[in-house]
């Protein structure tokens, strides 16, 4: 019996992927282990391995193809002494994976109306993923956009109150019933009389009526791909859920200077190069981890039900890399030396450029680190990640004048900015973090022990 390959979830997120590129060949043999096709997500560059063995009868979805829908059919393997031309030609009738999106749409029907949220339960915005006939986008289901557009129901009009906004049949049904706003067949954006670049566009505009704001051919439309979108919506659902409170305090760093160097000179060599080379960024992960074992109220995450007191501090590092940005995590932070720190950090670094991180390296935490000293910025505020509860945004250490014992002196100060979640941390715990942090940073021989 022909096996089928389907388009695996890489990640408890992962809705669908693109097909980067096979590396086996239709009549190639295969067996258990064998890595047959890379996988890019929003985040990474990842390899499939195959789970059975076989002879590729079929190669269904081509490499390069993009939104391949998870359990999507790609491929169809010939069993051990299977006729591999009848199995191929039993795949021909399969659906290509863009179309394969129809198949989950019954199971869903029936985990929706298992899991229809009370009416009261509040909704998060909708974020991008479906386009509506006015342009706007929502965040939805395969059945609910079918049923939306049935029903001749405006989308992006919907409130969804799935996880993070989706909408689902449910709240297609409740808009039905409600008299919800139908879709327009036409609906053209008022005519301006001579719009000008710096007019503003109406709050939750069309992108048609956004583009014509500005001047035909002063401009050229770059999709987003599968990062931004996920940076988008998870940025929009943060600042929309999350009520955010901020927290500053300036750190002195000339003793954490001198400590640095002093550690960095000291380090053995392999191979002629130094066995690690710590960096600023380093030993603020290991301080802020230290000050979540130390104030442990504040290393939590918000759940409606209950608190999530987190028993290591996870330091998720916010590294840019081209499109976006990532998130790998330095787990157990507190319990790890600063040069394992750094080390690790620097792999994690140069394979989140290369977009090779697995998914449990850059998904869960309990925190962030934001540093942007290192581009001249003085201070900012970070947008918190849920679930994380907390985020360090970290600026440049500057040479300042400050007063010590009634005298002005001069010192290399850092300033940090902690965000927040007010549901978990309050202003006051979060003081209390800072001031934990802000012991080590500037005594930073308590680092080492």
């Given amino acids: 019996m022909p096996i089928n390959i389907t388009m695996p979830a890489l990640s408890p997120t992962m809705e669908e992927g693109n097909l980067a590129k096979w590396l086996v060949k239709e009549g190639d043999k295969v067996k258990s282990g064998d890595v047959i096709a890379e996988i890019e997500t929003d985040k990474a560059t990842m390899e499939v391995e195959a789970v059975d063995e076989g002879t590729v009868a079929k190669i269904v979805v081509a490499a390069g193809t993009e939104g391949v829908k998870v359990n999507a059919l790609i491929a169809v393997l010939a069993g051990e002494g299977e006729d591999v031309a009848a199995a191929a030609s039993g795949a021909g009738s399969a659906a290509p994976a863009p179309k394969a999106a129809a198949a989950p749409a019954q199971a869903e029907t029936k985990a929706e109306a298992a899991a229809a949220p009370a009416p009261s339960a509040p909704a998060a915005a909708p974020a991008p993923a479906a386009v509506s006939s006015g342009g706007a986008r929502a965040f939805s289901s395969p059945l609910a956009r079918r049923l939306a557009k049935e029903a001749g129901i405006d989308i992006s009009a919907v409130a969804g109150t799935g996880p993070h906004g989706r909408i689902v049949k449910s709240d297609i049904e409740a808009a039905a019933a409600g008299g919800a706003a139908k879709a327009a067949p036409a609906a053209a954006a008022p005519q ?11 709050k939750g505009a069309s992108d048609e009526a956004v583009l014509k704001l500005f001047e035909q051919g002063s401009y050229e439309l770059v999709p987003h791909d599968g990062m931004r979108k996920t940076i988008a919506r998870r940025l929009v659902e943060s600042k929309q859920t999350v009520p955010h409170f901020y927290v500053s305090v300036d750190c002195e760093l000339d003793a954490l200077m001198a400590l640095r160097a002093q550690l960095n000179d000291a380090a053995p060599r392999k191979d002629s190069a130094p066995a690690y080379k710590l960096s600023v960024n380093d030993m603020v992960i290991k301080a802020l981890a230290l000050a979540l074992r130390d104030v442990p109220d504040a290393n939590v995450s918000w759940t409606e039900s209950a608190m999530v007191k987190h028993k290591h501090a996870d330091v998720g590092v916010a590294v840019s890399i081209p499109g976006g940005l990532i998130t790998p995590i330095v787990r157990k932070a507190e319990e790890k030396t600063l040069s394992t720190i750094s080390n690790e950090m620097r792999d994690l670094g140069k394979r989140a450029k290369d977009r090779k991180l697995k998914p449990e390296e850059y998904l869960g935490g309990t925190t962030s680190v934001s540093n942007m000293g290192m581009m001249g910025v003085k201070n900012f505020a970070a ?36 965000s927040t979640d007010h549901r978990c941390v309050d202003g006051a715990l979060g003081a209390a973090l800072l001031q934990a942090f802000k012991g080590y940073i500037e005594n930073p021989m308590g680092m080492l022990v």
Avoid: D
């Fill in 192 to 202: 301006a009389a001579a719009p000008t670049p710096a007019a503003a566009a109406p």
């Fill in 383 to 418: 947008v918190i990640n849920p679930p994380h509860a907390t985020i360090l945004a970290v600026g440049a250490g500057e040479q300042r004048v400050i007063v010590k014992n009634g005298e002005m002196a001069i010192a290399t100060v850092m300033t940090v900015t902690l």
